[in-house]
């Protein structure tokens, strides 16, 4: 009996060696107004993360990934968030996931801000459900280099927009089965839209740049729901873009540059985006602000962060946005506890 348990100890020594898994989150209470005018008491960003990983020798190394988060209303269920699996090789990372697009520009935003409505919900950048895989390859110690695979939207969905669309009568009917039929979902069984992506990555010297350009394939069903909502020619509708970001830390600020080029899927009118960022830490507190436009839309967000701990913070937040030319500037509000652990 003693050799017995000798021995399942060792085996759980070797396994606790060469396996490893992480169980990490945040729970936040606040009290808020979104740009709807809808305010009161909310939990919202709740969130749990969950990782593993085993050494396989040689260099080698698998891990998964997945988040799982909340709605803020008492009784909602979890849902599955990001999710990835991923292979590190002395060469480089095979990375498989799914997530949420959304380019490289977005990384200038460092501001400590939080709000019901973030920047992702501008009409400035977007962003929807993917299913992608990505080679990540160190070239040096100064670069990186990605190159990768996205499959976004559902190409059944395009193609029931396609026969609503035929179908629809008034403008309201014809505008609802665009937008259904363009939704955000996972291309996870047929893809509406595949996309070849490279990115370049330079951190050095307290910069990191990150440029990135993508190419999409599109069905012709999602074509038409794009042709049809841009009101504009299959020959002008944009099936490339590029975006960059640049950070700098001085020591005494942080600096956030970004710029996202005109859309895929939008006609070639469609202006580029400009996003800047500045994040100020002094001592315990630490303050900064976000802004972005494109066009006619546009955003400003600005936050407060005061740490009360390494794992606890206080945020104020305070955002307006703009969807774009006739529309109405909104603000919003949030003031929250935060906790990690």
Same mark, same amino acid.
């Given at each position: 009996?003693?050799?017995?348990?000798?021995?399942?100890?060792?085996?759980?020594?070797?396994?606790?060696?060469?396996?490893?898994?992480?169980?990490?989150?945040?729970?936040?209470?606040?009290?808020?107004?979104?740009?709807?005018?809808?305010?009161?008491?909310?939990?919202?960003?709740?969130?749990?993360?969950?990782?593993?990983?085993?050494?396989?020798?040689?260099?080698?190394?698998?891990? $998964?990934?997945?988040?799982?988060?909340?709605?803020?209303?008492?009784?909602?269920?979890?849902?599955?968030?990001?999710?990835?699996?991923?292979?590190?090789?002395?060469?480089?990372?095979?990375?498989?996931?799914?997530?949420?697009?959304?380019?490289?520009?977005?990384? $200038?935003?460092?501001?400590?801000?939080?709000?019901?409505?973030?920047?992702?919900?501008? $009409?400035?950048?977007?962003?929807?459900?993917?299913?992608?895989? *990505?080679?990540?390859?160190?070239?040096?110690?100064?670069?990186?280099?990605?190159?990768?695979?996205?499959?976004?939207?559902?190409?059944?969905?395009?193609?029931?927009?396609?026969? *609503?669309?035929?179908?629809?009568?008034?403008?309201?009917?014809?505008?609802? *089965?665009?937008?259904?039929?363009?939704?955000?979902?996972?291309?996870?069984?047929?893809?509406?839209?595949?996309?070849?992506?490279?990115?370049?990555?330079?951190?050095?010297?307290?910069?990191?740049?990150?440029?990135?350009?993508?190419?999409?394939?599109?069905?012709?069903?999602?074509?038409?729901?794009?042709?049809?909502?841009?009101?504009?020619?299959?020959?002008?509708?944009?099936?490339?873009?590029?975006?960059?970001?640049?950070?700098?830390? $001085?020591?005494?600020?942080?600096?956030?540059?970004?710029?996202?080029?005109?859309?895929?899927?939008?006609?070639?009118?469609?202006?580029?985006?400009?996003?800047?960022?500045?994040?100020?830490?002094?001592?315990?507190?630490?303050?900064?602000?976000?802004?972005?436009?494109?066009?006619?839309?546009?955003?400003?967000?600005?936050?407060?962060?005061?740490?009360?701990?390494?794992?606890?913070?206080?945020?104020?937040?305070?955002?307006?946005?703009?969807?774009?030319?006739?529309?109405?500037?909104?603000?919003?509000?949030?003031?929250?506890?935060?906790?990690?652990?």
């Amino acid at each position: 009996m003693k050799k017995t348990m000798i021995a399942l100890a060792t085996i759980a020594a070797m396994g606790s060696a060469s396996a490893q898994v992480t169980i990490t989150g945040g729970i936040s209470v606040g009290i808020q107004s979104d740009l709807a005018k809808v305010a009161g008491i909310t939990m919202p960003d709740n969130t749990l993360y969950i990782g593993a990983s085993e050494d396989l020798g040689g260099g080698m190394k698998a891990s $998964a990934a997945m988040t799982i988060e909340n709605d803020s209303y008492r009784g909602a269920a979890f849902t599955r968030a990001d999710q990835s699996i991923t292979l590190t090789t002395p060469a480089g990372a095979l990375v498989i996931r799914n997530s949420r697009s959304g380019g490289n520009q977005g990384a $200038a935003l460092i501001a400590p801000v939080s709000l019901a409505n973030d920047q992702w919900s501008s $009409a400035v950048i977007t962003r929807e459900a993917i299913d992608a895989a *990505a080679f990540i390859l160190p070239i040096n110690d100064a670069f990186t280099l990605t190159v990768g695979y996205v499959e976004g939207r559902n190409d059944a969905l395009a193609a029931a927009g396609v026969t *609503a669309l035929a179908a629809a009568t008034t403008a309201a009917d014809k505008k609802a *089965a665009i937008t259904a039929g363009l939704a955000a979902a996972s291309g996870a069984v047929t893809p509406a839209v595949t996309s070849l992506t490279g990115a370049l990555k330079y951190s050095g010297n307290g910069l990191t740049v990150t440029g990135g350009y993508t190419s999409s394939t599109y069905t012709d069903s999602a074509m038409t729901l794009v042709t049809a909502l841009r009101s504009a020619a299959k020959s002008d509708i944009q099936t490339t873009s590029y975006d960059l970001s640049a950070i700098y830390d $001085a020591g005494v600020a942080k600096i956030g540059f970004g710029y996202d080029s005109s859309r895929r899927g939008y006609t070639s009118a469609d202006k580029a985006a400009m996003l800047f960022g500045v994040s100020i830490p002094m001592g315990a507190i630490t303050l900064g602000g976000n802004y972005g436009s494109r066009d006619e839309a546009n955003f400003l967000q600005l936050g407060a962060q005061y740490d009360l701990s390494k794992r606890s913070n206080v945020m104020a937040s305070w955002g307006q946005d703009k969807q774009g030319a006739g529309k109405d500037t909104n603000s919003q509000y949030r003031l929250s506890l935060n906790h990690s652990f």
